[in-house]
């Protein structure tokens, strides 16, 4: 008999290997790949698995090593023996440890770059509805064209064909007048964050920051040598006058006012003003991070803050990771008036823009309309996905909160939803762990806020099931 035995035909088991003379037991083998099958999906829920009998048979071995594997995983849950029927993969799979990989990540805020989107995770788009091929042929098109033309270096503040075209796309769409040298591309919220970090003397300083709010957001203004301050939200948004009781010499506020993260409501008219004043009367700043701004729930987005900004203490700033792909690493700032030269130097010297190549590819996607019939196509799909995901979790889950984009599961105080957080991963799931979002521990409330954006292969009835089985097995636990 071969030293490496493993099953042959299409079967989800035809990979298996078993290592005659190994450390562990043929048994053990067994049941360890079957079990890795069932968790990566390759046995799905009520599979049926060959009888002990044609396994033992095709993988030469004895037939009591086959029942000793399939017992211990009965054992285990992962599968459900019907007699004469034969033995299936159970309905809903017992939960897997987590491994050290994935808690590390849970744990730290941050996802595993790289990796495919998982079900319910924030911060990515609906892939499925990029237009692919009209993408494709404009980025070929201005390929052909920029080969074509000598070789020079580009602007350093990004593409002016691309800076041109945000200054028509923004007036329209976020109600922001500017010009194209206020613009600047980067490569992404963290190089804008980047950029801010290396022109502005922000260092030792003091900053409001929205509680909860973003965790790497704060984790950026730490790395920039910056003292966070958290400041509540209410329906309203940052509540400015708590600001100002707990810093009132802070630097600068950082907000989400277009969808607030995580709890996605719009800063009302009221607080956009009095935070505006708050800036205009010290000479302070405001970043606005125009999260998910342009996707805001209804016929019409609120215009971004900078919109009303008529002192020039607004940076605004966008990005095309949560509209288009993040892929593309893509971003943009509009600076006021004043710190043009003051940027612009930054970036000749320390920071220029990515490929202008690419920027003039997404230039042409805006210029063309492509962009805006995108967004309206995005802004349907979300909403149908909502509601999918909606009708799924509330019979599980009674105490939800709608969030612009995303759904909270609200928890008892107290709940380990960062635990939660960190199994998920293991079922193709990434929901956020609410209590995270908080800065101050006395204020933490725990949760699960879901993103809508990827729509699950199995389908949200039995992700939210999952995710149930995950709850509730935190919540017998003594």
Aim: proline letters at 8%.
């Amino acid at each position: 008999m071969p030293k490496n035995s493993s099953l042959t035909g299409p079967s989800p088991l035809s990979m298996l290997t078993l290592q005659r003379g190994a450390s562990r037991g043929l048994s053990e083998q067994l049941r360890q790949q079957i079990e890795q099958a069932i968790g990566e999906g390759r046995l799905p829920p009520g599979a049926r698995l060959p009888s002990c009998r044609d396994l033992a048979a095709q993988l030469g071995v004895a037939r009591g090593t086959v029942r000793a594997s399939y017992d211990m995983l009965v054992d285990g849950q992962f599968l459900q023996t019907r007699g004469a029927a034969g033995t299936f993969v159970s309905s809903l799979p017992p939960l897997k440890p987590v491994s050290a990989r994935s808690e590390r990540q849970r744990l730290e805020g941050t996802e595993e770059y790289e990796a495919p989107p998982l079900t319910f995770q924030m911060g990515i788009p609906a892939s499925d509805a990029f237009p692919a091929k009209v993408w494709l042929r404009i980025l070929q098109r201005q390929t052909r064209m920029q080969v074509s033309r000598p070789a020079s270096y580009p602007d350093p503040r990004g593409s002016l064909a691309l800076r041109q075209a945000l200054v028509a796309y923004l007036a329209v769409a976020r109600g922001l007048r500017c010009q194209a040298d206020q613009i600047i591309i980067t490569s992404g919220y963290a190089g804008a964050m980047g950029l801010i970090g290396l022109a502005m003397d922000f260092q030792g300083k003091t900053a409001w920051l929205e509680d909860p709010g973003f965790w790497v957001a704060r984790r950026a203004i730490e790395a920039l040598r910056v003292t966070p301050v958290a400041v509540p939200v209410d329906a309203e948004g940052l509540q400015v006058e708590a600001g100002i009781a707990r810093a009132p010499d802070a630097a600068f506020a950082l907000v989400t006012p277009g969808q607030q993260a995580p709890l996605g409501m719009t800063m009302s008219l009221a607080r956009r003003h009095a935070l505006l004043n708050w800036a205009s009367r010290g000479q302070r700043w405001i970043i606005e991070d125009d999260y998910l701004g342009e996707l805001q729930p209804g016929n019409r987005a609120a215009p971004a803050l900078a919109a009303l900004d008529s002192e020039g203490r607004v940076l605004h700033i966008g990005t095309f990771s949560k509209t288009l792909t993040p892929q593309l690493r893509l971003g943009f700032m509009v600076v006021p008036p004043a710190l043009t030269a003051r940027f612009g130097e930054v970036c000749a010297l320390l920071s220029p823009a990515s490929s202008g190549l690419l920027h003039n590819a997404v230039a042409a996607f805006l210029r063309e309309g492509h962009f805006m019939r995108h967004l309206r196509r995005m802004k349907r799909v979300y909403h149908e996905r909502l509601e999918q995901m909606i009708a799924a979790l509330q019979p599980r889950f009674p105490d939800l909160q709608r969030a612009g984009l995303a759904v909270i599961v609200r928890l008892p105080d107290g709940f380990p939803d960062q635990v939660i957080a960190q199994q998920a991963v293991e079922w193709g799931m990434a929901p956020s762990p609410l209590s995270i979002w908080y800065q101050q521990a006395d204020q933490r409330s725990a949760g699960l806020v879901l993103g809508a954006a990827h729509l699950p292969r199995e389908g949200y009835t039995r992700s939210a099931e999952r995710l149930k089985a995950l709850v509730d097995a935190q919540a017998v636990r003594p």
